[in-house]
């Protein structure tokens, strides 16, 4: 039977900045040729994965948290946040002095206060993977201020305080899925999460690509190591949380494999390769 494969990119593939393991493409190349598919399934949108990724030969993906899905080239799904509910997110952070992204497909746009120099002086392994991300995209990001109504397929968030963090739970608008990552700056600072519209997220969106391929939830494997790929280990039949995954998301899934920056990805996978090839076979 055809199983499908869901890998998140930050913190699962590989941390912001590095790029996969010549093990981990081999390992996805393996199940390929067996007849699964791998999909990436990353809270990124499609403009902002890194090159490295991208040339993987991927089955399709999930990106923007569920708001877009592919099914090899095919577009089966694409949801961006209504714009009466995007003015009414954006109200409560401004009110409640949030420093945000709109994530759109190519582009995104930062408002209210400017914390990535502050994130930028913590030591890079005090830092949630999902931190890394919103600094390693940073100088790709525009003022606010030249947003010009593009789609946003969800918005990102960055608090100071838990003051600011039991605001926004208490004021988040209808028809939203707010998502905080449990993991926060070592400095204990930092509350950050992320708002998408309630039809956008990456279990449902798996759940999408079982209909298109004739398949069920019983079929999936997938992996990440954040709360927004709590939906997804879920839903999968088999859910896995890296070993750098924090507590609450180990708790969700099924296993738990090793780290991210100890192929622990690539080491999972290859228990789903049936024969696998003699370790003097060529690894690139």
């Not at 494997?221 to 954040?226: E, L, P, Q, R």
Request: net charge negative; hydrophobic share 40%; aromatic share 8%.
């Amino acid at each position: 039977m055809v199983k499908l494969f869901f890998l998140d990119i930050d913190g699962t593939i590989a941390m912001p900045g590095s790029d996969p393991t010549p093990t981990l493409r081999r390992a996805i190349k393996l199940l390929q040729a067996q007849g699964d598919k791998v999909f990436l399934c990353t809270g990124r949108s499609t403009g902002f994965v890194p090159e490295a990724v991208q040339a993987i030969p991927w089955d399709g993906g999930v990106y923007s948290a569920g708001g877009y899905v592919l099914a090899g080239k095919n577009e089966i799904f694409r949801c961006f946040m209504p714009p009466k509910t995007l003015d009414a997110v954006t109200a409560v952070l401004d009110q409640i002095g949030a420093s945000y992204t709109l994530e759109c497909e190519k582009e995104g746009f930062r408002a209210g206060e400017d914390l990535i120099p502050m994130l930028e002086s913590l030591k890079k392994e005090q830092l949630h993977s999902e931190l890394q991300r919103l600094i390693s995209m940073n100088n790709r990001k525009l003022p606010v201020e030249q947003y010009k109504g593009e789609p946003v397929f969800k918005v990102s968030f960055i608090l100071r305080s838990e003051e600011q963090a039991k605001r926004l739970q208490a004021l988040q608008p209808e028809n939203t899925d707010l998502v905080f990552f449990d993991n926060f700056a070592a400095s204990g600072l930092i509350f950050f999460g992320e708002i998408s519209d309630t039809e956008n997220n990456k279990g449902k969106s798996m759940l999408r690509l079982c209909a298109y391929y004739g398949l069920t939830a019983a079929d999936c494997v997938a992996f990440g190591d954040s709360m927004n790929d709590a939906a997804v280990i879920r839903a999968a039949g088999e859910g896995w949380a890296m070993g750098n995954a924090s507590p609450k998301v180990k708790a969700i899934a099924d296993k738990v494999c090793g780290n991210c920056t100890e192929d622990g990805l690539a080491i999972a996978l290859m228990t789903y390769v049936k024969n696998p090839p003699d370790c003097g076979e060529n690894r690139t």
